[in-house]
């Protein structure tokens, strides 16, 4: 069965304190790995996708890792604005449907 | 604004009730999803649909849950005989079709039994 897990369940940094989000996974078939965030009573907001072990993506304090077992977001001098819940999901090759990890819920202070 | 739409946004059912919920996809795309997110927990796949089309319904319950896309206006999950357990919040994602797998998500519709 598939399974993906991320960690920590929640996370509090001080403004500035840089830190690693972590998703594993047990997938057979992967076609790719999502990012998501997610702000308390809002939609998933789209943020990466990775498809190959080795590939990073970055956007603004933002950075995706992925290796073949698991992927990490790396919020460099996050700001107050980075607090929100993110997500990782998967997709496999046979079908398009998300399979979605607990998430991370992220606190940044001032 | 091009993103995914739903609605209504928040609705109130009594038990045994009947909810529907609808959702239009970004501008571009053919593809729609819904996801469930119960209080506390990770979110679900539902439903994958194309135009007139189920494509995967392997997250749907079996009994009382109905989707469908038209090939004219939005995409509808039903919910017949409503019960509190489906109480939670219900997303939409669409993306495009060809090969493109992106999903983005509407603000969802938070559905209440009482």
Known sequence: EDQVTQSPEALRLQ?????SLNCSYTVSGLRGLFWYRQDPGKGPEFLFTLYSAGEEKEKERLKATLTKKE???HITAPKPEDSATYLCAVFKAAGNKLTFGGGTRVLVKP | NAGVMQNPRHLVR??????RLRCSPMKGHSHVYWYRQLPEEGLKFMVYLQKENIIDESGM???RFSAEFPKEGPSILRIQQVVRGDSAAYFCASSRAGGSYEQYFGPGTRLTVT
């Open chain 1, 71 to 73: 992927s990490f977001l």
């Open chain 1, 15 to 19: 403004e500035g304190e840089s830190s």
């Open chain 2, 14 to 19: 009594r038990r045994g009730q009947e909810a």
């Open chain 2, 61 to 63: 319950p079996k009994e």
